[in-house]
């Protein structure tokens, strides 16, 4: 099965870092793809994967596990994120939202990637600036950091947004990657501040995005 836009795939380019965002579910799975590159957060690939509803549940999880083991084989990211679960859904739902997203867990081992969860209210915080933003409001912001007009099925933006939350994580971390340094803030990150640098964020800003920080009171 050919992965989607695979003839323009490729590895990261030099001096950027890859991360795949995934939204996990037995039907529908979205994925969404980003370089973080210097101060530019740029659009690879977002898109969905598709199980028939009338499949049986171990035929989805087979389907969901081909499908994101040739995404990454194709796009080859360097880390992926997830979205921690929510409580707040049936317990029949929930097992199945469990049940794919061990599959996506198990991809990212198999795969060797650093897996990195984010809370709800991180990531709508990390994209709008503030951690009550509705979807069409986080869909709305991703495609404007990423500079792209395509809509997007909904769990492929939300994978995008998990996606853009760990790259600002990184920013905010200065973490290595490559030869180049991650330091700088998507500008509409940080509630629509202009800042680049996250060095002149406070220690406030930085906890309310869920970063805890050492030596600074609760």
């Not at 509803?53 to 880390?79: C, D, Q, V, Y």
């Not at 986080?138 to 769990?155: G, N, Q, S, W, Y």
């Amino acid at each position: 099965m050919t992965p989607p836009n695979a003839a323009l795939s490729t590895a990261a380019p030099a001096k950027a870092y890859r991360v795949m965002g995934v939204d996990p579910g037995s039907i529908h799975t979205g994925y969404g793809i980003i370089d973080l590159a210097g101060t530019r957060i740029e659009l690879v690939t977002a898109g969905r994967i598709s199980s028939d509803p009338k499949t049986t549940m171990p035929e989805r999880l087979k389907n969901i596990f081909e499908r994101l083991g040739e995404l990454i084989e194709t796009h080859k990211p360097m880390a992926m994120s997830l979205e921690t679960i929510y409580t707040g859904i049936n317990p029949q739902s929930a097992f199945k939202l469990a049940e794919a997203r061990g599959v996506v867990v198990l991809c990212s081992a198999i795969a060797g990637l650093p897996l990195l969860e984010y809370a709800p209210g991180t990531i709508k915080l990390s994209v709008c600036g503030y951690g009550t933003a509705d979807k069409a409001q986080v869909a709305f912001m991703a495609r404007k950091i990423l500079k792209t007009e395509e809509a997007f099925p909904p769990d492929a933006t939300d994978a995008l947004a998990i996606a853009i939350t760990h790259a600002n994580n990184l920013s905010l971390n200065s973490i290595n990657y490559g030869p180049g340094r991650a330091n700088v803030l998507s500008g509409e990150f940080a509630k629509g501040r202009e800042t680049k640098n996250f060095r002149k964020l406070s220690v406030s800003d930085l906890q309310a995005l869920g970063f805890k920080i050492d030596g600074a009171k609760e």
